[in-house]
């Protein structure tokens, strides 16, 4: 397997601008997940979904983030517009998971955005 | 939220040297994983480890959920061991799936 792929792998942009950023989880796995690490909060979870479905959005740091999931392997996280606050490293994941127990996560390359 | 604490959070050793990481939580888990983050910023899986012992080539974990540790050895080491090693835990809770909450790290540098 190819793992989870996401593109792009770096991304300038200028403050104001949409950023979207994609994300292919590995074939087979229901759970996706999208993180940010920054050197002043570490990694922390923005989303995840179940089937597609989101379940958790509660780290969306605020409405200027969107995420979507619009079939099992394509997901994509939408910052609009951005601020040079939002420069960080932001990881997609995936994994199984059966009877509300999640299994091992595999974590894609990250995409590093810079908000300029 | 569950909380995780890795000790020590910076650590120097010489090449050939052993070590061994700790993470502390600070309830009930159903999920543990042992990652490192290599000087180019990707995750690698290095364990999952809810509990029980497991070992892989020169690394090796020991979860004791009952008490609310995990340990990882590092043996031999390398330099390309080099890197920051993350703790992350999933709280036990009835009725939905949790989420991971990663340690703030152990920064490890491997010299010659």
């Known amino acids: 397997d190819a793992g989870v792929i996401q593109s792009p792998r770096h991304e300038v942009t200028e403050m104001g601008q949409e950023v979207t950023l994609r994300c292919k989880p590995i074939?087979?796995?229901?759970?996706l997940f999208w993180y940010r690490q920054t050197m002043m909060r570490g990694l922390e979870l923005l989303i995840y979904?179940?089937?597609?479905?989101?379940?958790?959005d509660s780290g969306m740091p605020e409405d200027r983030f969107s995420a979507k999931m619009p079939n099992a392997s394509f997901s994509t996280l939408k910052i609009q517009p951005s601020e040079p606050r939002d420069s960080a490293v932001y990881f997609c994941a995936s994994s199984l998971g059966q009877d509300n127990l999640l299994y091992e996560q595999y974590f894609g390359p990250g995409t590093r955005l810079t908000v300029t | 939220g569950i909380q995780v604490e890795q000790s020590p959070p910076d650590l120097i050793l010489q090449e050939g040297a052993n070590s061994t990481l700790r993470c502390n939580f600070s309830?009930?888990?159903?999920?543990l994983q042992w990652f490192h983050q290599n000087p180019w910023g990707q995750l690698i899986n290095l364990f999952y480890i809810p509990s029980g012992t497991k070992q892989n080539g020169r690394l090796s974990a020991t979860t004791v959920a009952t008490e609310r540790y995990s340990l990882l050895y590092i043996s031999s080491s390398q330099t390309t061991d080099s890197g920051v090693y993350f703790c992350?835990?999933?709280?036990?809770?009835?009725?939905?799936?949790?989420?991971?909450?990663f340690g703030t790290g152990t920064r490890l540098q491997v010299t010659l």
């Open positions: 074939s087979g796995h229901d759970y």
């Open positions: 309830d009930s888990v159903n999920n």
């Open positions: 979904f179940n089937n597609n479905v989101p379940i958790d």
């Open positions: 992350a835990v999933a709280e036990r809770r009835a009725g939905t799936a949790s989420k991971l909450t």
